[in-house]
C-alpha cells in the first residue's frame, strides 16, 4: 500500500471519527454543571456558556423537578404536552438527557413529528395509545401499547401517537439529548411558507386546499 493510500485512510478515519464523536451530546467533563442564572437576570435561551454553580452551593433542590405532576389544557388536537430541558429544568445541564410529559384525551393526538438530535423512550404512564414510526425505507412499525410499556422511537425517524382508549392517557418520554429538537411534519410543510406551486404538486392538492391549510399551520410569526 502506498503511502499516498495510507494518509488517505488515516484522513478518512480522522474525519468518521470526529463525526461520530459529535453525533451526540458530549461527555460531560465534572460530576454535573448547575448553570450560575442570577436571579435578577433574564431565564437565558441558551445555557451551554454560563458558567457552573459552586458546587458548594449547590443543593438537592437543583436536582429536583416537580413542574410535570398534573396535564395542562388539551390542544385543539387533544394533545397536551410539557417538554423538560436544561431550560427550565438546570439540573439536566450537561448530563445529555431531557425528558417531557404528554397527555392526550380522548381520541388525541401527537401530531406526525420527529426529533433530530436524539432517540426517544416512550414510556406509558396511563392509558392506551395507538403508536408507531416509519423508517427511512417508509416501512411502518406500529401497535397499540399500554399502561406499563415502553417503545422506541429512533434518531430523527417521524414518530406519533393516539389514544384510543375511553380515558386520558399519560406518556413520559425521555430523550438521549439535553437538546433534542422537534419539528412536527404539518407545521413544517404547510406553515413554513413553502411556495403554493411545490405543495400543489408535491400533494396532488389545489390552490384553494393549500391555502386552508396554510392558513392552519402558518406560524404566528409569519402571519
Not at 410535570?68 to 410539557?82: D, E, L, P, R, V
Not at 430541558?85 to 439536566?92: D, E, H, R
Not at 381520541?107 to 416509519?134: C, K, Q
Not at 414518530?159 to 437538546?179: E, R, V, W, Y
Amino acid at each position: 500500500m502506498s503511502v499516498k493510500v495510507k494518509f488517505l485512510l488515516v484522513i478518512c478515519l480522522i474525519v468518521v471519527d470526529f463525526h461520530l464523536i459529535w453525533a451526540t451530546d458530549p461527555d460531560p467533563i465534572q460530576d454535573f454543571c448547575i448553570p450560575d442564572i442570577k436571579p435578577t437576570s433574564r431565564k437565558p435561551i441558551q445555557i451551554s456558556n454560563l458558567p457552573c454553580k459552586n458546587p458548594l452551593e449547590t443543593t438537592a433542590d437543583d436536582f429536583i423537578f416537580s413542574g410535570i405532576k398534573s396535564a395542562g389544557n388539551f390542544s385543539k388536537t387533544g394533545f397536551f404536552a410539557k417538554s423538560v430541558t436544561p431550560i427550565l429544568f438546570p439540573g439536566l445541564n450537561t448530563l445529555g438527557m431531557s425528558f417531557v410529559r404528554a397527555d392526550l384525551d380522548v381520541g388525541g393526538i401527537n401530531a406526525p413529528h420527529f426529533h433530530p438530535r436524539a432517540t426517544e423512550v416512550a414510556y406509558i404512564l396511563e392509558g392506551m395509545v395507538y403508536s408507531g414510526f416509519v423508517d427511512s425505507s417508509n416501512r411502518l412499525y406500529a401497535r397499540v401499547i399500554v399502561k406499563g410499556e415502553v417503545m422506541v422511537f429512533p434518531k430523527g425517524l417521524l414518530h406519533f401517537q393516539m389514544n384510543i382508549g375511553d380515558s386520558p392517557a399519560t406518556i413520559i418520554g425521555s430523550f438521549n439529548s439535553q437538546n433534542p429538537g422537534l419539528q412536527r411534519i404539518p407545521e413544517a410543510v404547510f406553515g413554513s411558507g413553502i411556495r403554493y406551486e411545490l405543495l400543489e404538486k408535491a400533494f396532488g392538492l389545489s390552490a384553494k386546499e393549500v391555502g386552508l391549510l396554510r392558513k392552519r399551520f402558518i406560524s404566528k410569526g409569519k402571519t
